[in-house]
């Protein structure tokens, strides 16, 4: 980024405040937010077993989710850019009470199509949710934008206890509904969200940034931006994929609900609480190196899965694919930030998130598919593939910024 765009980006933030009673409220809300996807994956893939007409379809509620979010990443997009961030973030909260609404209603009517078209909103209201953390970097200065993503990110430790525990003391309250009254209490905690993000003071969208800046084409055709997207996917895939069906694999191997939704609250924090740290490694080794150890992290969680199927084989696989991908997503979330102009923020930020969204919509639908036919052993063996992929990018990227830093500087802005 240019010293100008440096400056216009500085502008965005008022020089009156600090940013960070937002980043706050944004990490807050992140908390809350987080324990709803908390809720939908710990009881998707088992409502959707008790539901489905095929046994074959459990996990499709949860790729339903994710279609959810890659639906309507563009368009949450569309709405910031057009009507500020807090119009999408209220937008999306509504999606939030919803799907606890209907997802209550399909357990009561024993509907598994209505089920799914719960957790759709739900992947709509999370899709929103992600944009946060570049709401975070829109509401403080350019130099402490790594630490204020990364803050917001952190919230989702409480949502690692808050949503796992919500299941677990509200799944039996209205027998013989199982979930019914969890789904209903998520749609409570969505409504607080909303009450939380009303007091959040995101810049508004200017008319350089309504009118667009470069064209999207200019934009995705930088290789740093090529290789965030990519790391992205791959970090953000995998998870989702191995934890989609993780908690249907404990079940299959004879573990209790109540070690399936430890284990998954055990992964949740495992995934946002490394953000507290996150953003000072981004700041100091640099976003590739954080991805890089990210995916590392990554492959050695499929490797402990394949050495067993007791418990602590599944809490470690979850453990680690938890970290891997807060160094994995945050990192390569922090190389969007430096592939585009102020005025291209919000653009440039719904692209990726509707490619790593999009892609990730893919991978949770083989999810299950593959742990029925296949078992868990070929669930884990897959994951190598995307993760050599990315490893690949990553490095043919720091071998190209290598080659840059032996040549004179150049004028320029976004490259």
């Excluded at 240019?2 to 409220?25: I, K, Q």
């Excluded at 944004?26 to 539901?51: C, E, F, I, K, P």
């Excluded at 418990?311 to 991908?325: E, K, Q, R, S």
Aim: aromatic share 8%; net charge positive.
């Amino acid at each position: 980024m240019s010293h100008a765009d440096a400056n216009a980006a500085t502008r965005l933030v008022p020089a009156s405040r600090s940013g960070d009673a937002d980043v706050l409220r944004l990490a807050v809300a992140q908390a809350l937010a987080g324990a709803n996807s908390a809720v939908v994956y710990a009881t998707g893939a088992l409502v959707g077993n008790m539901l489905a007409p095929s046994k074959a379809l459990a996990t499709l509620p949860i790729s339903v989710f994710v279609v959810g979010m890659a639906a309507c990443t563009l368009p949450a997009g569309a709405m910031a850019r057009r009507h500020g961030r807090r119009a999408a973030f209220l937008t999306g909260t509504g999606c939030g009470v919803l799907v606890g609404v209907l997802a209550a209603l399909a357990v009561v009517l024993g509907s598994f199509w209505l089920f799914c078209a719960a957790t759709f909103f739900g992947g709509a209201y999370a899709a929103v949710v992600l944009s946060f953390r570049f709401a975070a970097a829109d509401c403080v200065p350019p130099e402490r934008r790594a630490r204020a993503l990364s803050a917001v990110m952190a919230g989702g430790v409480f949502a690692g206890v808050i949503g796992p525990q919500l299941v677990t003391y509200t799944m039996d309250l209205w027998r013989p509904y199982l979930f019914a009254a969890t789904f209903l209490a998520q749609a409570a905690v969505a409504a607080v969200s909303a009450l939380v993000l009303l007091g959040v003071r995101v810049p508004m969208p200017t008319a350089a940034e309504v009118a667009g800046g470069r064209p999207l084409g200019a934009i995705v055709r930088q290789p740093r931006f090529i290789t965030a997207v990519i790391c992205g996917v791959v970090s953000y895939t995998l998870m989702n994929f191995i934890m989609t069906a993780a908690p249907l694999a404990m079940h299959l191997c004879g573990l209790s609900r109540e070690t399936s939704n430890l284990g998954l609250q055990w992964h949740i924090m495992a995934m946002y609480a490394p953000s507290f740290f996150t953003g000072r490694l981004i700041a100091r080794f640099g976003a590739p190196r954080v991805v890089g150890a990210g995916l590392a992290l990554t492959t050695a969680s499929a490797a402990i899965g394949l050495m067993g199927v007791d418990v602590a084989h599944f809490w470690l696989t979850l453990i680690l694919l938890g970290v891997g991908w807060n160094f994995g997503f945050l990192g390569a979330s922090a190389l969007v930030l430096e592939c585009h102009r102020p005025e291209e923020r919000t653009r440039a930020q719904s692209l990726n998130d509707f490619i790593v969204f999009g892609t990730m919509a893919l991978g949770s639908f083989s999810s299950g598919g593959l742990l029925t036919a296949y078992g868990w052993d070929t669930v884990l063996w897959v994951s190598f593939v995307p993760l050599a992929v990315a490893v690949a990018a990553l490095a043919s990227t720091a071998s190209s910024r290598i080659s840059r830093s032996r040549t004179p500087p150049h004028a320029g802005g976004v490259s």
